[in-house]
């Protein structure tokens, strides 16, 4: 009896070691991606810097879209080169999430007309229209499962499934029991959420159908964990608007608040939560604009600034940080004068409005901001971030407290300078530190007006560091416009 346990024992080990081989635990990843870094419209050959670039910055989390319009142009006819490239050559060896995008240019009994030329599955579930959908999916997630086991349903579904809401509820049944049958081990997220109020609408029109408590559909929404692992929250703004963003009717809508609508109808526990697009620009084009504001002049410290809060915000919420993307977009709808086209880490090299540019390839402070934070954060208990101050006192400061892996305290505090209207340039904050004779205080943005002035051989040491001493348990020092580092000097 005692072999044949050990023996049970042994087989159940072995299997869960091939489990997590083969589909690698999020919990222990870096909590931090870059979304959609393939840019359609440059040349291909640019789209090989990507790899390089994530393998500097430390990140191995990375999204990209499969159009099924371009792998399925025809009902049943499949070309795979766009996906192929992304997971053999791209993104190779990258721990990959595909969204899902369902549109067809062509229809089928029961598909919901987008525009003129595009469709979306619908109608009855058992119909047409879900089921060469359903046949599509199943090529696909059986052609990349060894290599992609996150899948998204839908990027925003909230405009295309406006009219008839239900049908996207029955598109995430089927893609998750479809996925799920193909590989039982893959992650299946909730079509990314924009915050906005068509957004908020859609939310509480379908969350209560997938909700555990729904008085008909309840217990089979229990059984297979409501048809989605993690849902996906999106938005852009301006560099203080890390934490919430504006319509153009001027409502300021906040992370929470969309949270708060999964707490509500309890599909906000044991979910995995992205925060997969989301950016901020840098220079400046009054003849674009964003939600009806023209794009000011941001500064390259305050796009690294809305990078650093808007990752630790969110990572104290339990949201995976994603910013989009790594060099600039070369065009956006016809346009390279546009918000998406000034939200990357890297300068592009294209000529743009004012001082927007420094050159091909030359990275802005906010790349080396995010390469830094990555080994910071690495080397902490991430997934246990403690709030100390969460910046609604009149100060303004938020303090956040990890545990390194060492078991020392590492504190992460800034001040939202942008939302004083006094004549303070500065703040003064005082931290409890215990035993401890002095403090290490390091900026986390690098101590240069442009990225361009920096050199990567001096790398780390492009942070401003100071040393404060503890006096009685505690150590006071000064919050500029930069969000700080502090941990124990050695």
Not at 16 to 22: A, E, K, P, R, S
Not at 70 to 88: A, H, I, Q, T
Not at 288 to 314: P, W
Not at 459 to 471: D, G, I, Q, V, W
């Amino acid at each position: 009896m005692f072999k044949k346990r050990m023996l049970s024992l042994v087989i159940g080990l072995v299997g869960m070691v091939i489990l997590v081989g083969n589909h690698p635990c999020l919990g222990e990843e870096v909590p931090f991606g870059i979304n959609n870094p393939y840019d359609y419209v440059a040349p291909k050959e640019k789209g090989y810097l990507i790899k390089p670039y994530m393998d500097d910055l430390g990140i191995k989390w990375v999204t990209a879209n499969v159009f099924r319009k371009r792998v399925e142009p025809k009902p049943g006819s499949y070309n795979w080169s766009e996906p192929d490239l992304f997971v053999k050559s791209i993104m190779k060896d990258l721990k990959i999430m595909f969204n899902i995008n369902p549109k067809t240019t062509w229809p089928a009994k029961g598909s919901i007309k987008v525009n003129d030329n595009t469709y979306v599955p619908g109608g009855d579930i058992n119909g047409e229209s879900f089921k060469v959908y359903k046949a599509f999916l199943k090529q696909l997630v059986g052609r990349y499962k060894d290599n992609v086991d996150h899948w998204m349903i839908c990027n925003e579904p909230a405009m295309e499934y406006r009219p008839r809401r239900e049908d996207y509820v029955k598109l995430l049944k089927i893609s998750y029991t479809t996925i799920k049958a193909i590989d039982p081990q893959a992650t299946v997220y909730l079509g990314g959420v924009i915050i906005s109020i068509g957004s908020e609408r859609f939310l509480n029109h379908i969350l209560p159908l997938l909700s555990s408590s729904h008085p008909v559909f309840g217990k089979e929404n229990a059984r297979y964990n409501n048809y989605f692992d993690g849902f996906d929250i999106h938005y852009y703004g301006f560099y203080n608007e890390y934490r919430y963003t504006h319509t153009r009717r001027k409502r300021i809508i906040s992370m929470d608040e969309v949270l708060n609508l999964f707490k509500k109808y309890k599909l906000f526990d044991g979910k995995i939560r992205t925060s997969r697009a989301g950016a901020t620009y840098t220079g400046e084009d009054f003849n674009s604009d964003f939600k009806g504001k023209h794009l000011k002049y941001q500064s390259e410290e305050q796009q690294a600034g809305y990078l650093f809060r808007r990752a630790i915000y969110s990572l104290s919420k339990g949201i995976r940080f994603y910013w989009s993307q790594i060099r600039e977009r070369e065009d956006w709808k016809g346009s390279a004068n546009h918000f998406f086209c000034y939200q990357g880490l890297v300068y592009n090299g294209i000529p743009k409005v004012g001082r927007n540019d420094k050159g091909e390839g030359v990275k802005k402070l906010s790349y080396w901001t995010y390469k830094f934070l990555v080994e910071k954060i690495k080397e902490t208990d991430w997934k246990n971030v403690s709030v100390v101050r969460d910046g609604t006192n009149s100060d303004h400061i938020f303090l956040y407290k990890v545990v390194k892996k060492n078991g020392q305290p590492l504190y992460i505090a800034w001040w939202n300078y942008f939302d004083e209207r006094g004549p303070d340039k500065t703040k003064t904050i005082t931290l409890d530190v215990g035993k401890v004779e002095s403090v290490k205080i390091t900026e986390a943005i690098p101590d240069a007006e442009w990225g361009a002035n920096l050199k990567k051989d001096n790398y780390p040491k492009l942070f401003k560091t100071n040393t404060s001493k503890a006096t009685k348990g505690t150590v006071s020092f000064i919050l500029g416009d930069r969000p700080v580092f502090v941990e124990i000097a050695q």
